[in-house]
């Protein structure tokens, strides 16, 4: 199975997690602030940070899909 992410969908998942720590880790107004900055100023989808975040994800995935696969092989049919 493969599974890779466009720029686009990497940005809408690191929209849900930005907007999970901006609500729930307790952060200062201005630490707030700035990380809603930092994303709306930097992190667009066609940006080469973007670019550079969706490339590691894609490899995160792959990487996790690959060691899935290989575990299923190694357990035995019994459990």
Same mark, same amino acid.
């Given at each position: 199975?493969? =599974?890779? #992410? ?8 690191? =929209?849900?997690? =930005? &907007?999970? #720590? +901006? ?25 080469? &940070?973007?670019? &550079? #975040?969706?490339?590691? +994800? ?14 299923? =092989? ?6």
């Amino acid at each position: 199975m493969r =599974v890779e #992410l466009e720029p686009e969908e990497a940005r809408e998942l690191l =929209v849900l997690i =930005v &907007g999970r #720590l +901006v609500e729930e880790c307790g952060f200062a107004d201005e630490d707030r602030a700035a990380l809603r900055r930092w994303h709306s100023e930097s992190m667009r989808a066609a940006s080469e &940070g973007m670019r &550079g #975040l969706t490339a590691k +994800v894609n490899a995160d995935i792959e990487r996790a899909l690959r060691t899935k696969a290989k575990s299923a =092989v190694q357990k035995p049919d019994w459990r």
